[in-house]
């Protein structure tokens, strides 16, 4: 019994603060406002991940992709072509970025920056927290970056295809209340311009106060392109 509470006292206040800090990373960092990002191109070679980060989401994946419809990346292959070109002209990061189908997925080197704002405080659990409290918060900590990888590519298809798509577990998980609250919260950060519901790991935005629910007008998107209403 002592065990489970402590992997208890592990996985939940870890999950909190890893969807808290997902949260407040993608308002701030992959959706900043262009304030904050011409803040950092005053000292580029400081900030060039920021940047970087900020240009690949924000940028590429809501202002060059899915243009007109949640679950359409690219509105004709001239359109892929374009926007392929455009970013293999920028270097290597735009071969990244490539890579990653276009922002959809995270690519594993970018698992280390989704992780590396919760390092102090998995460095503070490991050197005062029992063993199992340590492990279980440290491995929520994973959850963002797990689900930007595996999670996100499905959440941008309508739920029927997604759930033809998807590996077996993967479509149970989406069949979920969580799996379902996840496609109607994505949906919304873009419907809504990518200034609210900001997470892949629920519950952060509701502690901000940045879960904005859905109007008439967005019911009505979401039902148009396939997403669980419930």
């Known amino acids: 019994m002592t065990t489970v509470l402590e992997i208890l006292a592990g996985l939940l206040p870890g999950y909190a603060l890893a969807s808290f800090t997902e949260s407040v990373m993608h308002e701030y960092v992959a959706d900043a406002s262009p304030k904050i990002v011409a803040g950092w191109r005053r000292y580029p070679r400081l900030f060039q991940k920021l940047i970087n980060t900020h240009f690949g989401h924000h940028v590429v994946h ?49 698992v280390l920056f989704h992780i590396l704002p919760l390092a102090p405080a998995a460095a503070a659990l490991w050197l005062t927290a029992p063993s199992p409290t340590s492990l279980a918060a440290t491995v929520t900590f994973t959850l963002p970056a797990l689900f930007s990888h595996a999670v996100h590519p499905f959440l941008h298809m309508p739920f029927s295809q997604a759930q033809s798509a998807a590996p077996p577990l993967m479509a149970l998980f989406l069949r979920t209340a969580y799996g379902r609250a996840l496609y109607r919260n994505h949906f919304l950060h873009h419907h809504y311009g990518g200034v609210s519901n900001f997470n892949l790991v629920l519950g952060g935005d509701v502690l901000r106060r940045k879960c904005r629910r859905a109007d008439a007008a967005a019911l009505r998107a979401m039902r148009d392109v396939g997403m669980p209403l419930a």
């Open 62 to 110: 809501h202002h060059q992709t899915y243009l007109t419809t949640h679950v359409r990346q690219f509105e004709t292959p001239c359109h892929r072509s374009r926007v392929t070109g455009f970013l293999i002209r920028r270097g290597r990061y735009g071969r990244i970025l490539v890579a990653s189908d276009f922002g959809l997925r995270l690519l594993p080197s970018g």
